[in-house]
């Protein structure tokens, strides 16, 4: 019996700086916020994040200064924040750098690079300035082993003739994700849309999982049907009850509209955001703590999902 | 005298008429998913919701906040992931109609979601495409969606984030994108189409109290206003399912 639980601390000793990073979830949904927490505490450098539509984990990263480069389709968090606040101003001012793609291309990026193919083919992004601009300097493509030789190219079909545009895989380091139930052995299981967490965890060296319960391995046997990803490509399991939160988890619970808010005003500047790391990232001596500091399990209850529906029916999203 | 409706819950209902009833619509954060829901209750209950995210023919009960919100999966059909929705469902062709916002909306029906001014160092960066860019390329038509200011209808959008009618005429076929294309921008002020061959834009209706003029000085690019009409306002009943069964909470309808 192999056993892969490790904790937070350990989970996040595990991402070097300077790594390529995949980020589970989507939007305000299922990101493995505990786990960033954590590595923003570390002091993680030059991260180069791949996502597709990110929220407030990615955005958190950037804020805190742990990222060399974000290449993405989408930063936002629902209503609370149109634009992710530290993306927004990082790139405004020359702070990051950055690469575009459509969430189609994002897919298939991934999805290539799970399958060990080099590209992979999209319809979409003709005619567009997502084929036509490049983010990233001609410099930093020919020098910078992890960026892409060109960000996408496009050719006539062999077979029709029409032209179909190649993106190129992405292989990480590391994919971190957040799931409801794990097993020792790097088992998982993903209830609700499973967004990109498949590929995202197979085109990656190692998966590092956090998770809302630890459960048995063979529990999850029992319907192989709803399990996605082998363990065998699970490196380290961590235990992480609301390990998501202000993130929603579909069935467990729902986001969290006061602390989104509050992050959203946060992230509005240099100085508020610094506040907020303060309180809230380097502040609290673990995840317990950080769970006291957004209201306590008073607070967290309010949350809780309503069996049969996955998210909390009397959540008031509005103040 | 107070308005018997704001212009958003006018843009929804507008919006919602542009869905045909057993169509499956794609339907991207805020304003789409109320017309999609608002649809669904009134003339085209057999439309089907699908979103980027996974989730498939929901029975929603409450409204999403965003596309990959847990809202969207309540009865769904299926709860899948980016893989099912960008490439069996929208690049394998079986989406008839979606829904698209952006910051600027130009002559041809090309989207702005990226940047403003200089892509490198632009003076706002916005969200970003998501999966627009797709849904536009790809969807069998598009409806935009869009706050009518001239600045934000300019001849050329700063940044082509999602292809409308490209240069106009048959651009969009000459770079390589199979059907699709802008049927509606449906605005602040009004409604504008297409004219089938030369995709030139024209208003097809203003809201009311609206005077056709006034959406021409709002917009950068020449508008067609000789068939003009008056959007027909909402009903008592869109009002009413709008306001109590999609979004009682003000999710979004409080926001504008």
Request: proline letters at 7%; charged letters at 25%.
């Amino acid at each position: 019996m192999i056993d892969k639980v490790i904790s937070l601390e350990e989970a996040a000793a595990l991402v070097p700086s300077g790594a390529t990073v995949s980020i589970g979830g989507f939007t305000s949904q299922r990101h493995p916020t505990a786990l960033l927490r954590a590595l923003v505490r570390r002091g993680v450098k030059d991260l180069v994040v791949y996502c597709h539509s990110a929220g407030s984990d990615v955005d958190l990263l950037i804020g805190a200064g742990c990222v060399r480069r974000v290449e993405a389709a989408y930063l936002a968090d629902g209503v609370f924040a149109p634009i992710a606040p530290n993306w927004r101003r990082f790139v405004e001012a020359g702070r990051l750098e950055f690469e575009d793609y459509s969430n189609a291309a994002m897919m298939a990026r991934f999805s290539a690079g799970a399958m060990g193919l080099p590209f992979f083919p999209v319809r979409s992004m003709l005619g567009t300035d997502l084929l036509e601009k490049e983010g990233l300097p001609a410099e930093v493509r020919r020098t910078d082993p992890t960026a892409a030789p060109k960000k996408a190219a496009v050719i006539d079909c062999p077979f029709t003739g029409e032209p179909v545009v190649l993106v190129p895989a992405i292989r990480t380091d590391l994919c971190l994700l957040h799931v409801q139930r794990a097993s020792p052995r790097g088992l998982l299981r993903i209830e609700g849309q499973e967004f990109l967490d498949v590929q995202q965890a197979l085109a990656a060296d190692r998966v590092i999982v956090t998770c809302e319960e630890l459960v048995d391995d063979e529990e999850l046997r029992r319907e192989p049907e709803r399990n996605r990803i082998p363990p065998f490509a699970v490196h380290a399991v961590v235990p992480v009850p609301f390990g998501a939160h202000p993130h929603s988890v579909h069935n467990y619970y729902d986001y969290d509209p006061r602390h989104l808010a509050l992050y959203a005003e946060a992230a509005r500047s240099d100085e508020a955001f610094r506040a907020y790391l303060d309180r809230f990232v380097f502040g609290p001596a673990d995840h317990a703590a950080y769970l006291e500091a957004v209201g306590g399990p008073e607070h967290l209850d309010t949350l809780r999902a309503r069996s049969g529906l996955g998210y909390n029916p009397e959540l008031r999203r509005r103040p | 005298m107070k308005a018997a409706f704001s212009t958003f819950e006018l843009m929804t209902v507008a919006a919602a008429r542009e869905i045909r009833d057993g169509e499956v619509v794609f339907a991207g954060t805020g304003l789409p998913m109320l017309a999609a829901m608002l649809a669904q209750r009134t003339h085209a209950p057999g439309c089907v919701l699908v979103f980027e995210a996974g989730g498939v023919d929901p029975r929603m009960l409450h409204l999403p906040m965003s596309v990959g919100d847990s809202r969207t999966l309540t009865g769904a059909a299926m709860a899948a992931g980016l893989m099912e929705a960008f490439t069996y469902l929208l690049q394998g062709g079986r989406i008839d109609v979606g829904f698209l916002g952006g910051a600027q909306v130009d002559r041809y029906g090309n989207i702005n979601s990226t940047a403003l001014g200089d892509y490198l160092r632009p003076s706002v960066r916005f969200s970003g495409s998501g999966g627009a860019a797709d849904v536009a390329a790809l969807a069998g038509r598009t409806v935009i969606i869009a706050r009518h200011e001239r600045r934000r209808f300019p001849e050329r959008v700063d940044y082509r984030t999602s292809p409308g009618w490209i240069e106009g005429g048959d651009s969009r076929a000459r770079a390589g994108i199979r059907g699709g294309g802008p049927a509606a921008v449906v605005t602040t002020l009004g409604v504008i189409r297409f004219r089938p061959d030369t995709k030139e834009p024209y208003l097809a209706s203003a809201h009311p109290g609206i005077p056709p003029e006034h959406v021409q000085t709002e917009t950068g690019f020449p508008l067609d206003l000789s068939e003009a009409g008056e959007t027909p306002p909402p009903t008592r009943e869109e009002l009413e399912i709008l306001r109590t069964t999609v979004d009682p909470e003000g999710v979004f309808l409080k926001r504008h």
